[in-house]
């Protein structure tokens, strides 16, 4: 259980393995965290500093500064330390204790907020205790592949097209509807469930587990085994429906999977990358995890630090080069790159990874160019394809490409056949190998829109 006891200034917490425990702090505080063993650590917010892009909201007709990063200074036992937080980030250790920052003062609002009533929150586990068990949780969709459709979002990630700023709690997983199994990932007791009627929301279904909830959304109600009533146990790997893409009751254009996770007790938003990160290694280890950046924004003309350096190698694996490949042709290697944007559009950028082993796998960033003069919503598509997994040559593959803005629009497969843009599309792949699909639109007042994500052929 969660213990508060009041100290002076500060307050002791204590919290039972194996869930990392969680703490708030105002700039200047200093709290006494207690693990189940009993030891205690002195943890004190020094500094807080919040990085932040344009945003454009379509709502208001305005663009504001989105918190895409921040800097976060600690001491711990008496030294000091700085962690970074933000999309795609593990716990970092400073002085024996790991740390995570879950969310900061100015990432709490938008679409989905996120009540703080302090500067920042935290989760801390003692740096020699796994932040979760290796084999704790398993992917929540069979036959998925690593950020393999482009509209794949994690948590703090800042979504583009979106009519108000959009900080996103949880992990989005893109997949065509009524196709793929969605599983339990824990084994655990199911909470509420969505009924055969909906919701009328997201049609949400929980499911407790060991001091948390796992929140899934968007499973369309009839693909929802019955079964599933509350207080009804499910094993690990267990079906529970089927990928959907019900809002506020009803069909939307972006099918996909929303899973989140909350701490039991307290309610309170857990980050769920560690997490994701766990499950998908344990349901596909030794697979290279590509990490580009997910969506970034600039104003034309200045200039953008790319990151590949939150990619991950599997288990005893290192990442030994990163290369990438733009959208103009040129290319550039290293974690990270610098590029200038002249012109508004929406352009994805490809980093190939490789590990110590040989393997290599790619992930794309889409980059947001704003107009400083005249902003308005960048050209945004959705590109789908099943099945994700499992292709093999001469296989059908279903694409559904959903842009946000018409205008012509060209479909290249990746190998060498290209196709004037349908919403659906079918295509069969001669061999087996790795493929680039690009969607490119035609110049409108926000720019071109250059779309890509990878289609591998076993």
Not at 93 to 110: E, S
Not at 180 to 188: H, P, R
Not at 233 to 241: A, N, P
Not at 244 to 273: A, M
């Amino acid at each position: 259980s969660l213990i508060a006891l009041l100290l002076g200034v500060c307050s002791i917490i204590a919290a039972e393995a194996p869930n990392p425990i969680i703490v708030e702090l105002s700039t200047g505080e200093t709290q006494q965290v207690r693990f189940s063993g009993g030891k205690t650590h002195s943890i004190k917010l020094v500094s807080l500093k919040e990085r932040t892009e344009p945003y454009y909201e379509s709502a208001n007709k305005r663009t504001i500064d989105a918190v895409v990063e921040a800097d976060v200074g600690l001491r711990i036992d008496g030294k000091n330390g700085d962690v970074v937080g933000g999309p795609f980030l593990l716990p970092m250790v400073v002085n024996g204790l790991a740390v995570l920052v879950t969310v900061t003062k100015n990432w709490t609002g938008g679409i989905a907020v996120d009540e703080l009533n302090k500067d920042v929150r935290l989760e801390i586990q003692d740096a020699n205790v796994p932040w979760y068990d290796a084999h704790r949780f398993v992917f929540p969709i069979r036959n998925y592949r690593w950020r393999a459709l482009n509209y794949q979002h994690t948590f703090l990630g800042v979504a583009v097209n979106q009519a108000r700023i959009y900080y996103h709690r949880g992990e989005d997983f893109g997949m065509l509807p009524d196709r793929e199994a969605a599983i339990a990932s824990v084994a655990g007791e199911v909470g509420t469930v969505p009924g055969p009627n909906g919701d009328g929301a997201s049609n949400s279904f929980f499911l407790h587990s060991a001091g948390l909830i796992l929140r899934y959304a968007h499973m369309n109600t009839p693909n929802i085994l019955p079964e599933l009533k509350p207080g009804v146990f499910v094993t690990q790997g267990q079906k529970l429906g089927l990928t959907g893409n019900t809002w506020r009751g009803r069909p939307v254009r972006d099918p996909h999977l929303h899973v989140e996770i909350h701490d039991e007790q307290s309610n309170k938003l857990r980050n769920s990358f560690p997490w994701v990160v766990a499950a998908y290694r344990n349901s596909y280890p030794g697979e290279v995890l590509p990490i580009a950046g997910g969506w970034r924004h600039l104003w034309a003309g200045d200039t953008i630090i790319l990151d590949g350096s939150r990619s991950l190698a599997g288990t005893g694996r290192k990442i030994v080069s990163w290369k990438w490949k733009f959208t103009d042709g040129t290319s550039a290697v290293g974690a990270h790159v610098s590029r200038k944007y002249t012109m508004p559009g929406a352009y994805s950028e490809q980093l190939i990874v490789r590990d110590n082993r040989g393997r290599e796998d790619s992930d794309f960033v889409e980059v947001y160019v704003l107009d400083r003069e005249h902003p308005s919503m960048p050209p945004f598509t959705m590109i789908h394809y099943y099945p994700v997994r499992g292709i093999h040559a001469g296989d059908e593959v279903e694409f559904v490409i959903r842009p946000n803005k018409g205008g012509p629009a060209t479909i290249d497969y990746g190998d060498g056949t290209k196709v004037a843009w349908l919403e659906t599309t079918h295509h069969h792949y001669a061999h087996p190998g790795t493929y680039i699909v690009t969607v490119s639109k035609s110049e409108g007042p926000s720019g071109p829109g250059i779309f890509k994500t990878r289609v591998v052929v076993e």
